[in-house]
C-alpha cells in the first residue's frame, strides 16, 4: 500500500509568514493528492485537489504543489484562521493520508 | 448544500460489532458518487476504512477488510458501516463523508464525526 509522510509534523509561525508542508508518498502517485485542514473537534475541510487545484472559496493563498512522489502545501501569508493540522490524502491506488502536520502560533 | 449526519452507539464492548448509520441531506445518494468511512483515533491521524456506491459496489481498505461491511440504504437515503470483532484499537471518531469522484477520490463533504468508545 501506499504510504505518505508529511513534513514538519509541527511547524511554528507568526501571522504574515510564509510556510510550506510536504507530503512525500512511498511511490509515484501522479497529481493524484489532496490537502485538508483540520481544527480542533471539527470534521477535516477539503481544501485542494489534484495536488494544485484549489476547491471553490478556499482562500488563494493556499496553494498546491508538485506530483509524482514530492508535494507542497503552501501558505502565503498566514492568518489567523490558518492555524490548524493539516492533512494530505493520495487516491491512486485505493485511499491514505499522511500523519499531519500542526501549524501553531510561534 | 450536502450535508451528513452519522448515527449510532458511542460505547461498545470490546469483541462485539460496532454499528454506524450515516444520512445523506441535500443530495440523492441515488444520483452517484461514492460514499466513504474514515476513522480518527484520539490524537492520531485519519484512516479510509472503505466506500460505496449506490449499486451496492464497495470498496474496502485492505486492512480492515475482513471485518467490514458496508452497506446502501437509497430509499432512506443512507449507508452504513459494521465492524466485527472491535478491540480498544477501534476507539475513534468516525466519520462519513462523500467521495468526490469515482471510486477512489477526496472527500468533499463530510459529516460531523461520532467518537465509538470500545470498552467493557
Redesign the interface.
Known sequence: ?IQLTQSPSTLSASVGDRVSITCRASQNIGSWL?W?QQKPG?????LI?KASSL?SGVPSRLSGSGSGTEFTLTISSLQPDDFATY?C?Q??????????TKLEIK | QVQLQESGPGLVKPSETLSLTCTVSGYSIANGHFW?WIRQPPGK????IG?IFQSGYV?Y???LQSRVTISVFTSKNQFSLKLTSVTAADTAMY?C?RV?LGT??????????TLVTVSS
Open positions: 500500500d489532496a485538508y471539527k470534521a477535516p475541510k477539503f485537489y476547491e492533512y490524502q487516491y491512486e491506488s485505493y485511499s491514505t493520508f499522511g500523519q499531519g | 466513504g491521524g485519519l484512516e479510509w466506500s470498496s481498505n485492505p486492512s466519520y463523508a468526490a477512489s477520490s477526496y472527500f468533499d463533504y463530510w459529516g460531523q464525526g
